[in-house]
């Protein structure tokens, strides 16, 4: 009888049926059998007749016997081999598997072997573990050869299974590892690494140094600023300073003026007094003796102008910081009398004061103002009285 693969001899008897050949489709080489086509054995030549379209097949009692062979012969890897693409060395490797191929050698070769030469319904399938998660099966050429190319680095398994209708016959396996390339190796990784942590490490100092740049730029500015007030409030305070110096020594330089001038006018007043008395006593309106009494008295309580001078002097340069001193060293040539109206034009009197506190007229002063800036080498348009007054 016949089933979608296979034809069957089988030979009846009273108590049971035995199945004497069994003919597989494959070894006809997948040729169509007609759909009503029937089996028929011949005794004579012991030979079964099938029949196909526009065709027949006969089988002989001993080539069906092939599909009864007692010891099944095992699949066995003949060949093994990689290549470089790039140089296109190829080197042999142990059938029995390696795990030191270098990445270079990742174009694998596999020659397989399986002694049997007459059996048309066995089929071949690889399947390279490691290559993917799933591993699928593929099926294979009846040569026997497998190649894989531009594998990447890592273990791999090669298993190829000898199959038919019935199921595996025989497999073999193939264990090899391709070696990480010389850029993906461990020493490479941990150099990798650490040049990321030195980077990393690189660039979190120059965050480090940008920071701090910028906060010493922003402390920097706020001490310039601070130090800008301080110096802004110093120098203003030091203008007020200033201003309350020039205006005490103006206060004192007027007060002093102030003194002289009382202490002429007293002195004149007492001049003039002492005249009179002695024009009184030249006229005998009065006695002698009280008139005498009276001009002592007088004397006792005049101070001389060399006196006045010496004492205005002295208080005159304790007020404007060594004025005569330093006219002097400047202008060795002045006199008593120059110093004494330099300090006059100083005070910034008026001519007729100082003619009286000089007790020369108006025209002896102006003469005295033109010897002084021939003195000082002053030009005519420079003024005399500003000069003075800037002087230290």
Known sequence: FLSDREAYLVRCTVSDFKVERRIPFSMFGNLPIEGLARIVYDRRNDCSYLCLNNSFARIAADSTGLYKSRQKPSLWVSGFSASDEQTGERIQLPVSGTDEIASAFNNISISLAYPVYNDFALNVRYRLEGLSASGKWTEGLPDLQKEFTRLPFGSYCFRAEVYDENGVISSVDLPFRILRPWYLSYPAVAVYALSGIALLLVLL???????KKKKDAVIERQRARHEA????????????????????????????????????AHQEFLNSLKEELQQQKLSGQYTRKNLDKLLSMINQNMVSDEENWNMFQSNFDRIHENFFRNLKEKFPDLTSGDLRLCALLRLNLPTKEIAKLMNISVRGVDAARYRLRKKLGLPPESSLTDFMIAFK
Do not use: W
Not at 248 to 256: N, Q
């Open 229 to 264: 007030e301080i110096e802004q409030q110093e120098k203003k305070i030091m203008e007020l300073e200033k201003e309350q110096l020039e205006a005490d020594l103006r206060f004192k330089s007027k007060e002093l003026s102030g003194v002289v001038m009382t202490n002429i």
């Open 205 to 211: 100092y120059g965050v480090y140094v940008y920071t």
